[in-house]
């Protein structure tokens, strides 16, 4: 079974700042993927950004980079240089390398507001 | 390119009555999965195939909601009878999945179900 863990219910940030939403998970997979997706409030899923459990390196995606560390099960989005249009749902999620391609497994996810 | 394409993108019904929810996904992808979103459970995945094959249906959550995939263009969920506890958005999600690599799931708009 799988769990992702967001501890977040809820982040204020000024804009221009720095944004770290956090993320922990649990897995019995030796092998497994972490994603970020945006969830403005039209309500569409955007993905964002991914993290394979064997990447030596971080993944980044322009302003978004994913700090993982695997001892402690964490995967945490930063966003650099916040903008209002970063307002939204960020959910974090999971799925095994299993035979077949297993369905994401999400958390609660961060509602976050950037204020001007 | 055409996303992930989901119909209708509201539906109001009356509960007891049938309902269907379609989705179209992104033309060569081989995986499709279907997701319920509530503000009380998150995002739940229910059902998801490959290759038009239905892999896993241990999230559906009673007989009364069934899934099919006729071909790797075309996917519907239905709900009969529907009960207001249905009411929810559904995503219907789509990706590449093959050998070692994790892909991201691409999402679709969803349709958001109001059951009176």
Known sequence: AQKIT?????MFVQE???????????????????????QPSSGEMIFLIY??????????????????????????LVISASQLGDSAMYFCAMR???????GLTFGKGTHLIIQP | DAGVIQS???EVTEMGQEVTLRCKPISGH???????Q???RGLELLIYFNNNVPIDDSGMPEDRFSAKMPNASFSTLKIQPSEPRDSAVYFCASSLMGGRMLYEQY????TRLTVT
């Open chain 1, 51 to 76: 993290q394979g459990s064997y990447d030596e390196q971080n993944a980044t995606e322009g302003r978004y980079s994913l700090n993982f560390q695997k001892a402690r099960k964490s995967a945490n």
């Open chain 2, 30 to 36: 081989n995986s499709l999965f279907w997701y319920r």
């Open chain 2, 107 to 110: 999402f679709g708009p969803g």
């Open chain 1, 6 to 10: 967001q501890t977040q219910p809820g």
């Open chain 2, 8 to 10: 209708p993108r509201h």
């Open chain 2, 38 to 40: 509530t503000m009380m």
């Open chain 1, 96 to 102: 095994g390398l299993g035979g077949g391609a297993d």
């Open chain 1, 16 to 38: 221009k700042e720095a944004v770290t939403l956090d993320c922990t998970y649990d897995t019995s997979d030796q092998s497994y993927g972490l994603f970020w997706y945006k």
